[in-house]
Structures are given as structure tokens and as C-alpha cells.
């Protein structure tokens, strides 16, 4: 006989993972995307003084990073002077501290569904 405990343990099963839907696809990668243009646009605002790099920086943060405390206080600081733009930012899920959705959707991304 075997004494090995692990060896007599009943195999573990694994909960499926949620798979995102399209559209959560679709936004999470057009975040992306904006995320690499407003970067884009921020490396050439601070070589040129025409255009100021640091906003462009600062909207790149946002869509990388909706779920940091610091995002959601920039949009609570945001909401009295730009409502409108702040209502759109929180409809595609920026500032919402929803880490699993986000991880979810990433998660999709990475592993589409044939």
C-alpha cells in the first residue's frame, strides 16, 4: 500500500472561468489601442512645444490603468468640470475598481474562443 496522502487524494476540480463577452473584447482592446495612441502622442507633445506630452501621459494612465485608486480619485476630481467625458470614461469601465472583470476580459483576450 501507498501512504502518500497526496497520492489517495481526490483529483480537484477547477470552476470555469467566465468567459467575456465580444463587446467586453472589443472595449478592453480599444483601450488598449488608445492607451498606445495618447502614448504615442505624449512622447511627441514633449518633443514639441506646441503640444504638452503630460496630458496625453496622463490619458495613457487612464486606459491602462482603470482600476487604480489614483485614476478614480483624478475622475471624482474630473466630474464637475468635464461630466460629460467622465459618464463616457465610466461606461467602458474606466475607474470602476472592478479587478476581476478587467482580468476576465484581459483573460479573454488572450484565450479566444474558437
Known amino acids: 500500500m501507498n501512504s502518500d496522502p497526496a ?7 477547477v470552476p470555469p472561468v467566465d468567459t467575456p463577452s465580444r463587446l467586453q473584447r472589443a472595449v478592453a482592446l480599444l483601450r488598449f489601442a488608445l492607451g498606445m495612441l495618447f502614448v504615442g502622442l505624449g512622447i511627441v507633445g514633449s518633443l514639441l512645444p506646441v503640444i504638452q506630452g503630460w ?4 490619458l ?28 463616457i470614461l465610466r461606461k ?16 479573454g483576450i488572450q484565450h479566444r474562443d474558437e
Request: aromatic residues 10%; without cysteine.
Open 7 to 13: 497520492s489517495t487524494a481526490e483529483p480537484v476540480e
Open 55 to 58: 496630458i496625453f501621459f496622463l
Open 60 to 87: 495613457a494612465l487612464v486606459m491602462f490603468f482603470p482600476d487604480h485608486p489614483r485614476v478614480e480619485a483624478i475622475l471624482l476630481k474630473a466630474t464637475p468640470r468635464f461630466p460629460h467625458l467622465v459618464r
Open 92 to 107: 467602458i469601465g474606466v475607474g470602476t475598481l472592478d479587478t476581476p472583470r478587467i482580468a476576465k476580459i484581459l483573460i
